[in-house]
């Protein structure tokens, strides 16, 4: 069942510990209609991006919501 308050899609948790690697992986719903699990690397490697649908976390639907 969706979670309205799944800090995870709801921008407020990591995916992974950043503390302990040199990346963070989290769910990004900035552009609605485009949710995906981005990876971002501290040393300027680059991004990594993948389309998502629903929350990873909690199967929310993240196409056609609001953030």
Request: glycine share 8%.
């Amino acid at each position: 069942m969706a979670d309205k308050t799944c800090p995870y899609c709801h921008g407020k948790a990591d995916l992974n510990d950043p503390a302990n690697s040199d990346f963070q992986v989290f769910v990004d719903t900035s552009d609605t209609g485009y949710p995906v699990i981005l990876v971002e690397y501290y040393d300027g490697d680059g991004d990594s991006t993948r389309v998502i649908n629903y929350c990873p976390m909690c199967g929310r639907r993240l196409v056609g919501e609001e953030p």
